[in-house]
């Protein structure tokens, strides 16, 4: 069941970052191309492939496991969710740098699987192909069909600031600050992130964004216990404000007034001009800077940590 928020949201389609690079762009993807995706196509992929802890978490907590990424297995007490799944070894020329943490093959059957927008590392079809998910999947709306194949049961279409209720399993869809085509022409389609709550605990998936005002409502709208953030391709070679920096997260984080942050969108492609290691390394200096390190769950490829 689909509840339309009561509050008129702030946010429109209009507020996406735009299309055009900024000035510099060719030298910028020419480095980009000689120094990230060259080197990356040669590199052999790291990290351990692991089985999936299949029982449940205890009530009242969560299991979140990082698929590599944006993509992770969410498992609470009675349900179990999968947002933006993605086990490509290549997107184009660009070559996973990490193994995916759990094999596609033995993710059991979930409730619902998640996608926070069309970009082809986030709505990866091979992917979503084999995924089975017994209340279908959960889309921005705008991008049904490119699901419609796919084989789920039901397509739930969202716009920012709708929930979806399945029993004591809830979905509310998030602003971001990003884009959503998945073509150059096809700047229609809706984008954003997922809060998941459900036995009393709430996961808040911010999809791709860079930092906006937008975090400071979302927490004050919602309470958030775990934050999973992007950290990388913040040096987008088009030059364009997509992504955010590690700083920018820590900040975000704290507009929202989340628990603890996990971080992801970074190590796994190479899709910025930064440094593969630098997202982390600026991440654990920056919350070290603050204080506030005990907040920032850095989890390995398909080990879960239960929250």
Not at 98 to 111: I, K, T
Request: hydrophobic fraction near 40%; proline fraction near 7%.
């Amino acid at each position: 069941m689909k509840d339309i928020g009561n509050q008129p949201a702030k946010w429109t389609p209009t507020r996406q970052t735009g299309l055009l690079p900024r000035k510099g762009w060719p030298k910028r993807n020419l480095h980009f191309f000689r120094h990230r995706v060259v080197p990356g196509m040669f590199q052999q992929a790291q990290g351990e492939v692991l089985e999936p802890v299949l029982e449940a978490p205890r009530n009242g907590s969560v299991r979140i496991t990082w698929i590599g990424h944006a993509s992770f297995f969410l498992q609470f007490a009675g349900y179990s969710v999968i947002v933006d799944p993605n086990w490509a070894n290549w997107h184009g020329p660009v070559k996973r740098q990490r193994r995916p943490g759990l094999r596609l093959s033995d993710v059991p059957e979930v409730d619902l699987v998640l996608v926070t927008h069309a970009h082809f590392d986030h709505l990866h079809k091979p992917s979503l192909r084999i995924l089975q998910a017994r209340e279908g999947i959960v889309v921005p709306r705008g991008s049904a069909k490119l699901v419609k194949r796919l084989g789920f049961p039901a397509i739930h279409e969202m716009t920012v600031w709708d929930s979806l209720h399945f029993d004591q399993l809830e979905v509310i869809h998030t602003p971001s600050h990003h884009w959503g085509a998945r073509f150059l022409h096809d700047i229609h389609r809706n984008y954003g992130g997922y809060i998941v709550r459900t036995g009393g605990k709430s996961v808040f998936h911010c999809g791709d964004s860079a930092y906006f005002d937008g975090f400071t409502e979302i927490g004050r709208r919602h309470p958030i216990d775990v934050a999973l953030m992007p950290i990388g391709a913040y040096e987008a070679p088009s030059g364009r404000n997509v992504h955010m920096n590690p700083e920018e997260a820590v900040r975000a984080f704290a507009d929202l007034g989340a628990k603890v942050l996990i971080p992801m969108h970074y190590a796994t492609f190479v899709l910025g001009n930064e440094p593969l290691g630098e997202p982390l390394e600026r991440l654990l200096t920056e919350a070290d800077r603050l204080g506030i390190s005990e907040q920032i769950l850095i989890p390995e490829e398909g080990v879960g940590i239960e929250w």
